[in-house]
């Protein structure tokens, strides 16, 4: 058994690149490796900020021999029949074809063809610089005068099976068995022979950290420690920790002083710009709590003064970069929030829609309807939603725009607003992600919701709905938001009626001229707001299925035709306790067989609108026949006073004494009689059980 060790080294791989390529890279050299015919123990990749790498361990030398047999046509068979078998078998004559006889179909030829194996050399050295041509880079480049496209400049391959060079040349890049370290610490190179010399010698006088997870975890706890000895708390990042894992070989962590000044800033602001500008990591003081004069950056390089300097440097870098946002910060809090907002009115929305301050109207008038729904102050509400988007003309949030909202916040608290309307113009774009917390003040969901509404109500007017992976104006996550914001607030809305109030708006601006003359809010029809409400279905069922529930069951209960969420769920929730139980599972199976007969007649001829059972046909009737009337006259009068208390728990325990009547009247009695009587009573009993269960779920729209 062989091993086989693979590196591709190049310029700087973008961060954010290098674990796809490395997963690509893995996969690519199984499926070659697979399809050539060669097996092996452990095949295993990693990734760095120069290099891609593949072990093989537990190799095949060399592949098996293959031989196939391709059947052929019949002896006396046509010219062009032998001839295309011939091609197909890769024969030069049919004589090197042998002749079968089948007792039932006669004679025939078979080709037999012998394939032998090939050396793991001669397949690896085919196979490495095919993947290097087809490999895919989001974005890449070429160089010199080749016409080989990688992501950075390639500069060497080291490609070693056993210890010995497998040859071959990609674009005048000859393969071999050196490799180059850190390009300050231990340069190199060293020649290698397989995955062990390479590991021992990288991470040894190379100092080159070679997998993800191994530098993940240097940084790690050199923050922790660094954090530990000055009294700090690391402000945790994961989504910069991966980044800057990618970004040094041989990571050391350095802890940095900030001028204490800058704290006068929005936390925020100095946050984002440490991550965004410089890859630093932002420190809270242990005994405050509070944002700390401090950083932390990882370097490449293990300095002598113990990165004193370095640290210097990075501060002064910080420093301007912070001069900058302080001056956006004084510039923006001398322009009062009313002021930025006027000039909403000159930046395009949505051509259809009208502008920023046109959507700013309309989010404003039904924030204010929904305050009262929502248990908020409408003046506040409104006066929330007509200073929300302000903050995008500011110059902060042109410097920073994921700080939209942030800011708007910060300046509407120095201009004196109320805290309620201050968090409303924060929190108005929450969520914007399934970890981001919803709104949970009444001024911030009025306004949140408002917003999302707005948007949906207005681009399903101007027929402009997501398709298929498109959605430029992240419509699903506007639904799905407010999905959120309803369920994990209890609220109970209406979302027709909510529609309804977003509508009016739209029309209510257009009769007024305030948006051009493409509008078509007044064609929200009532089609449209059903599109709309299954549309919400459809993100209902996202959410509910990360809960664990079933997403037939919300068809289920949608078909009944109720837009509330809260009651939705409640049902979803109670209705898949339910049919987790035997009773659940067996009354549905009772449900199909009922609604099948009933479908089944309804082919033969229009059913009655209300079949009634005569209870004088019940009484003369099977024992069973009438324990099911009874048991189901019970029911239907029991569930009424927990349907009106949404305590739907209790109608399913109530549901469940159905089950052992509907079983019983199944096995003893025949439905489709001959006498017309009695088969339309107990098509009558039947319905009765489809309308009873229908009173809770549509049962027709459940799987099972």
């Not at 085919?126 to 895919?136: D, K, L, Q, S, T």
């Not at 991550?275 to 401090?294: C, I, M, W």
């Not at 929730?573 to 199909?592: C, I």
Request: negative net charge; hydrophobic residues 45%; aromatic residues 6%.
């Amino acid at each position: 058994m062989a091993e086989l060790l693979l590196e591709l080294f190049s310029e700087e791989i973008p961060a954010r690149m290098q674990a796809k390529a490395e997963a690509d890279l893995r996969d690519a050299m199984e499926k070659a490796l697979k399809e050539a015919g060669l097996k092996w123990k452990l095949l295993a990749a990693c990734s760095g900020p120069r290099r891609l790498t593949v072990s093989v361990t537990g190799l095949s030398e060399r592949s098996a021999d293959v031989k196939e047999e391709r059947k052929g046509p019949k002896v006396g068979a046509p010219d062009k029949a032998v001839e295309g078998f011939l091609r197909g078998a890769g024969l030069s004559d049919i004589s090197q074809a042998e002749v079968r006889s089948d007792p039932k179909k006669g004679d025939f030829y078979v080709a037999v063809i012998e394939t032998p194996g090939r050396d793991a050399t001669d397949i690896i050295a085919e196979a490495v610089p095919a993947i290097i041509r087809g490999f895919h880079w989001p974005k890449s480049m070429r160089w010199g005068t080749g016409d080989l496209r990688w992501v950075r400049p390639l500069q060497r391959i080291t490609c070693v099976l056993d210890g010995a060079v497998v040859p071959f040349d990609v674009d005048g890049i000859a393969s071999g068995n050196q490799v180059e370290g850190h390009r300050v610490h231990g340069r190199g190179p060293y020649t290698v022979t397989g995955w062990e010399d390479y590991s021992k010698q990288l991470e040894g006088a190379g100092h080159v950290k070679l997998t993800r997870a191994d530098r993940r975890e240097v940084i790690r706890k050199g923050i922790q420690d660094v954090c530990a000895k000055a009294g700090l708390e690391w402000i945790e990042d994961l989504g910069l920790l991966e980044e800057v894992t990618g970004l040094a070989e041989w990571p050391v962590v350095v802890l940095g002083d900030m001028d204490p000044d800058f704290l006068t800033l929005p936390p925020e602001v100095i946050q984002l710009s440490m991550r965004t500008h410089q890859k630093y990591f932002a420190v809270n003081d242990k005994k405050t709590g509070k944002l700390a004069p401090h950083f932390i950056v990882v370097a490449n390089i293990d300095a002598a003064d113990g990165g004193k300097k370095l640290a210097e440097g990075n501060s002064r870098v910080l420093s301007a970069r912070l001069d900058d946002a302080r001056f956006f910060w004084d510039l923006d809090k001398a322009k009062p929030l009313e002021e930025m907002a006027e000039k909403l009115s000159t930046i395009a929305f949505k051509a259809e829609l009208g502008s920023l301050g046109d959507k700013v109207e309309r989010v404003a008038a039904l924030a204010r309807e929904l305050a009262l729904k929502v248990g908020a102050d409408p003046a506040l509400a409104e006066r929330a939603a007509r200073l929300a988007k302000a903050d995008l003309v500011s110059e902060m949030v042109g410097e920073f725009p994921e700080l939209q909202g942030v800011m708007g916040r910060y300046y509407a608290l120095e201009a004196g607003e109320p805290a309620a309307v201050a968090d409303a113009i924060r929190d108005h774009y929450k969520p914007q992600g399934p970890s981001d917390n919803v709104p949970t003040d009444p001024v911030g969901i009025a306004v949140a919701l408002a917003d999302k509404l707005d948007t949906l109500v207005g681009f399903w007017a101007i027929d402009e709905k997501p398709t298929g992976s498109k959605d430029p104006f992240a419509l699903r996550r506007a639904a799905l938001g407010v999905v959120r914001i309803v369920l994990e607030n209890g609220l109970r809305l209406k979302l027709r009626g909510n529609f309804g109030d977003a509508e009016f708006q739209l029309a209510q601006l257009e009769s007024n001229q305030q948006i051009g003359e493409n509008v078509v809010g007044t064609k929200f029809s009532l089609g449209v707001a059903e599109d709309l409400l299954s549309f919400f279905a459809d993100r209902l069922k996202q959410y509910l299925r990360d809960q664990g529930q079933r997403h037939d069951l919300i068809d289920a209960v949608f078909a009944l035709g109720e837009d509330d969420l809260v009651l939705i769920t409640k049902r979803v929730e109670a209705l898949g306790a339910f049919l987790g139980t035997e009773d659940g599972a067996n009354l549905l199976a009772g449900y199909k067989r009922a609604a099948n007969i009933l479908k089944a007649e309804e082919k033969k001829g229009a059913l009655p609108d209300h079949l009634i059972v005569d209870g004088a046909l019940i009484d003369a009737g099977a024992d069973q026949e009438i324990a099911l009337h009874q048991t189901l006259g019970q029911v239907r009068h029991d569930i009424e006073e927990p349907l009106k208390n949404e305590d739907f728990g209790a109608v399913m325990t109530e549901l469940a004494r159905l089950r052992g009547p509907v079983d019983a009247f199944f096995e003893h009695v025949m439905v489709n009689v001959e006498d017309e009587a009695v088969r339309a009573n107990r098509l009558a009993l039947l319905a009765g059980i489809r309308d009873t269960l229908h009173r809770v779920a549509d049962f027709s729209q459940i799987e099972g």
